[in-house]
């Protein structure tokens, strides 16, 4: 049973580009959770979806980010007009439900480097 | 999200036991207490998590104080592989969001 799978590991972008991000879960969860970790920080939670639902955005920038977890596929965290500061690591996690008994499982995380 | 307290930084000899302390004195009384740790540049791993009674694994044991306020992670033999930061979390169900909230956590570091 595969763990969470991100891609790319590495994503080099110039400003003003656009950055995808993908997460695809552990077989069986339909929870998905972004994180965002900032060089020499503690993870920053960004969004919570469910197949086809955002549920929390609480921690998503109000401009140029996005998430979607569509039916089919994975979870696309989408970074519009790169800048530097978005220069991060960024952690996908996923559970199988979302009785807040459960464990997330996290990927490796693709970390971004804006030039 | 009931807030939590950790050292910053602690350090372990190679085969002894680690013990992370964690504060959570604003704990509501249906919060787990769960734990992670994050090697170097990788993704956060869970380890362990309870509610009120001591909980073992494979990987840890938790302790949580009768009072709920305080717990302690132990690392039995710990190993240089158990080099982490390790974060000490309330999971707080807001409305439907299961979103765990991470603080600086504590860096382990174990010396041969």
């Known amino acids: 049973n595969a763990g969470v799978m991100q891609n790319p590991r590495h994503l080099v972008r110039r400003r003003g580009q656009e950055a995808r991000l993908r997460c695809s879960p552990m077989k069986g969860h339909s929870h998905v959770y972004w994180y965002r970790q900032l060089p020499e920080e503690g993870l920053k939670f960004m969004v919570y979806?469910?197949?086809?639902?955002?549920?929390?955005e609480s921690g998503m920038p109000k401009e140029r980010f996005s998430a979607e977890f569509p039916k089919e596929g994975p979870s696309i965290l989408r970074i519009q007009q790169v800048v530097r500061g978005d220069s991060a690591a960024y952690f996908c996690?996923?559970?199988?439900?979302?009785?807040?008994?459960?464990?997330?499982?996290f990927g490796q995380g693709t970390r971004l480097t804006v030039v | 999200d009931a807030k939590t307290t950790q050292p910053p930084s602690m350090d372990c000899a190679e085969g002894r036991a680690a013990n992370l302390p964690c504060n959570h004195s604003t704990i509501s009384g249906n919060e787990y207490v769960y734990w992670y740790r994050q090697i170097h540049s990788q993704g956060p791993q869970y380890i362990i998590h309870g509610l009120k009674n001591n909980e073992t694994n494979e990987m840890a044991s938790l302790i949580i104080t009768e009072d709920r306020k305080s717990s302690t992670l132990i690392l039995p033999h710990a190993t240089l592989r158990d080099t982490a930061v390790y974060y000490c979390i309330v999971r707080a169900p807001q409305g439907g969001s299961e979103k765990l909230v991470f603080g600086k956590g504590t860096k382990l570091t174990v010396n041969p």
């Open positions: 979806l469910q197949k086809e639902n955002i549920i929390d």
């Open positions: 996690a996923s559970s199988f439900t979302g009785n807040w008994h459960t464990e997330a499982f």
